[in-house]
């Protein structure tokens, strides 16, 4: 540790000097936050729909009503053949299509079943399966609704109530926990933290020791009397403390502008945060022996980064992945951490609860840091 506290005060003296550094530290993960935060939500609302109605009277009329009720329609045209109502569909302008035939109502009032068609753009599965789903539970619904009204004008129902009031046999109450209302950014904001932490701390981390190498400083702190522990810890220490700083705004920002509560304990998230930050800083410790440019820097940390937004969950359920790359997201360090945080926020997890992450956690960091330090003290000889 000879040298340990010049490293140390050089490395802030550097970052202190170095607006850049500052403003990519705490500014830009605010900005992807804010940014990233609402731009992705997985609700789809307001599906263009266009609408062929044959029939024109009340019981189509119903029909159509409950779809725009759904708030996960909206009718963007009526048109009056069926030439305008599948080209509406083909050019993109709507994304689905109902075609309601003349007699749609006459047959329900003679209690005679009734078809209607439902046109949807494959094109967009997501949309398409939110399109489906909605219009197939919608239609159920109806139909049960008119089957218990059908029911109780003939005095025959399956079930009845507590209060005597027709009933479907089987009553299910399902209950939503940790985010009843749904909300997109509940899910994605918290497993934001985990990206972004690691993308900001990755670039910086190895971007140093790269800079310092390409501008011959890196050899001359080699030949002076600076030992290897001290040039390491007093080089990584400063930006270990400024991605506490980090995180603290990012933290805030979730809570003050997503409305994201934090459910759990508040320490445990900053103690398995610091593990986390100690695995990162160790990653991009291995880029800088790795990379001898900051381009190759750029690129291996790019390399990173992509697999790491893909593979752990942040975006994509991990359940429906392939055998093999479900596996190998185990080897990224944020699969943890996405766990880790969005326990502990959304679900108010405990360690014990979250026992599995963060040993897979600690065993990356472990591994990590032996393989980096081992690296680095072959650059160093």
Known sequence: ?????????????????????????????????????????VTIDNIPLVVL???????????????????SF???????????????????????????????????????????????????????????????????????????????AVHFTPARNASGASALPIDVRPRLLYNPDLESSHFFVPGLIAVILQMVLLFLTSFSIVRERELGTLEQLFVTPVGRGGL???????????????????????VGIFHVPISGSLLLLLGLSSLFILTVLGLGLLISTIASTQLEAVQFSF??????????????????????????????????????????VLRGADAVDLASSILGLLCCCVAILILSLARFRKQLD
């Open 1 to 41: 540790m000879n040298g340990f506290w010049a490293i140390l005060t050089k490395e802030f003296a550097h970052i202190r000097r170095d607006r850049t550094t500052i403003f990519f530290m705490f500014m830009v993960p605010v900005i992807q936050l804010i940014i990233f935060g609402v731009a992705i939500d």
């Open 53 to 71: 109605d044959l029939d024109g009277r009340a019981e189509s009329r119903r029909l159509v009503q409950a779809l725009e009720n759904t708030q």
């Open 74 to 152: 909206q009718v963007v045209g009526r048109p009056y053949d069926q030439e305008s109502f599948r080209r509406a569909i083909r050019s993109g302008r709507a994304k689905a299509g109902v075609l309601i035939p003349a007699e749609y109502s006459g047959r329900l009032l003679r209690n005679e079943q009734a078809e209607v068609q439902v046109l949807i753009d494959g094109s967009d599965s997501q949309i398409a399966t939110t399109a489906l789903n909605t219009v197939t539970l919608l239609v159920q619904n109806m139909s049960v609704g008119r089957a218990k009204s059908v029911g109780e």
């Open 232 to 254: 390491l810890f007093g080089k990584l220490i400063p930006y270990a403390l400024m991605a506490y700083g980090e995180l603290l705004i990012v933290l805030v920002a979730m």
């Open 303 to 344: 390399l990173v980064m992509l697999p790491s937004v893909l593979l752990s969950g942040f975006m994509f359920p991990r359940s429906e992945m392939p055998l093999v790359i479900w596996l190998a997201g185990y080897l990224l360090p944020v699969t943890y951490f996405v766990e880790i945080v969005r326990g502990v």
